[in-house]
């Protein structure tokens, strides 16, 4: 790292590199709010106010020469010439939250408390969560939805809300988001300009702790100006969010690690907007550190209506509560009084319940090829059970088999094993494509 690249990206946080830092030779004091650079080394460091280093270059060379300069600097502390012009910028320290001390203490009942929902029965205080979905399939809508809901006060269609700040760290489609919003209030008839909704003008890389410090420090700004601590820290999504291999458990690790200051520095919960893998039924996309760490888990899918597009929410992860039920919504299209170049209208939707629809069953070709030869046996024992029901004058449709004799021809073709049947007819089940019911299993499809 050159001094003017270095120099550059002081300046640009508003921490000037100090004269005393530039020259050669013997090492210069250093204190809190200064931006250090070592040309011996070429290497350099910011030294918040609060919290730890946050150093450039060779972390090895540059450790020691900054603990040195530290002492130096506290054993001047009343030279003159250590009188710098006070650094505006002061990072709270993800470190120091990280570092808190554990403690143990008795069993007493009186610490049992109730569940404390910011959404009743879908979102706790206090948590971290996750909405995940493949693109285009309304799960920012959704998590805009539970924002403005929260940020006004406004019952989650039927769901008590309590209501706070939220802060939206925006990481793509920041003019479609306008629109969604201002979309919301007409179709909700409230307003959103003056409820303690806050929007970021970019995203942040929350896996680079000095991004996640002027994070938090920008938050602190808007805390300090308007006397309110979020209750919700959403953001969306993780991927621009995100710098590293999503699918490394070091790096989502580290994400996490980031993740859980925030939410420890403001007492919140965070609300975290994701994709699916290729695999949607698999889950989220990336390491599975990420399911293990939430609190609260999402999948949003979309489906075809008499209507339209329908999506659905439903829970694959409550921690400590009962798990809710599933809802499906259809996006309302709502005209905005803004016009375009053209003096045409712009349009945009909003979240409308409808009755709930169980998601489309993944296609068979996407199984694997076991699977995909169990699905066909049991096609083909469903249509010999009808022709002997219509041999012996029966009119039923029937569309189950008896699960003792699935398993017989399972075994018989070598599919599974009896040490893993359960868990193979388990992975069919959710998949959606068959349902077991006592002794039975029942196909979800015509065959």
Known sequence: MSLSAFKEF??????PVYPTFNGSGELEPAKGGDAVYFPQANCGAIIPRTGDPIYFGDVAQAAPLLKQAIEKGLDAA??????HTKAPLELPSTQAIQRKPIMFKRFKKADIKPTDWLIKDYLETDSLSVIYGPPA???SFVALDWAACIATGKEWHGQRVQQGAVFYLVGEGFNGI?????????????DLENAPLYVSDRAAILTDQLAVQETMSAIQMMVDESGETPVLFLIDTLARNFQGNENSQEDMGRFITHVDAIKAHFNCSVMIVHHSGKDGDKGARGSSALKGAVDTEYQCSIAESDSGKVTTVKNTKMKDSDTPPPRSFILEPQKLSVLD???QPTWSAALVETDYQEPQAPQTKRLGVNQARAMEILRGMIVDARVKQESEGLTEQLNEVRRDDFKQKVYFERLTTDKNYNAFESKLENRGLIKRQGGYIRLNEAP
Do not use: F, S, V
């Open 341 to 343: 170049e053209d003096r």
């Open 137 to 139: 399939n309304g799960k």
């Open 10 to 15: 002081a300046n640009n946080r508003k921490m």
């Open 178 to 190: 306008a629109r969604r919003l201002a979309a919301w209030e007409q179709l909700n008839k409230r």
């Open 78 to 83: 009343n030279d003159p010439h250590l009188e």
